[in-house]
């Protein structure tokens, strides 16, 4: 996907994280990634490069950083759901480059990796 290439001119920033959720349609665990000007921006801008090739049909952002997607059962979902909701979670990164992320049906893969420098 050479068009990623004009997303990274992004000025790096600070991403907060905060507590474990999950998607249970699609028995998704996550950590919360909170909203900023930033990473919304970033949003817009992959939205726009990647329109052409994109089968996205999500109109909001829900940032957030997956832990487990795909393999779990239901009980397995439900018993870590039990579980992290009696934990909190807090960090902070600085966001300096990207990866674009490929499901190949058993782990995710790699696709795109750009940072400022390439």
């Not at 397995?76 to 960090?91: G, V």
């Amino acid at each position: 996907m050479h068009c990623l290439t004009q997303a990274r001119n992004f000025k790096p920033f600070t991403q907060h994280l905060n507590n474990y959720l999950g998607f249970q349609n699609t028995k998704a665990v996550y950590i919360s990634a909170l909203k900023n000007r930033q990473i919304e921006d970033f949003y817009e801008k992959i939205k726009i490069l990647t329109k052409a090739f994109s089968k996205d049909t999500y109109t909001t952002l829900n940032p957030h950083l997956t832990i487990a997607y795909r393999d779990l059962s239901e009980s397995l979902y439900l018993e870590i759901m039990s579980y992290y909701k009696k934990r909190s979670f807090k960090a902070t990164f600085e966001v300096n480059h990207f990866r674009l992320l490929k499901h190949d049906g058993r782990h995710w893969d790699t696709t795109v990796y750009l940072d400022q420098n390439n």
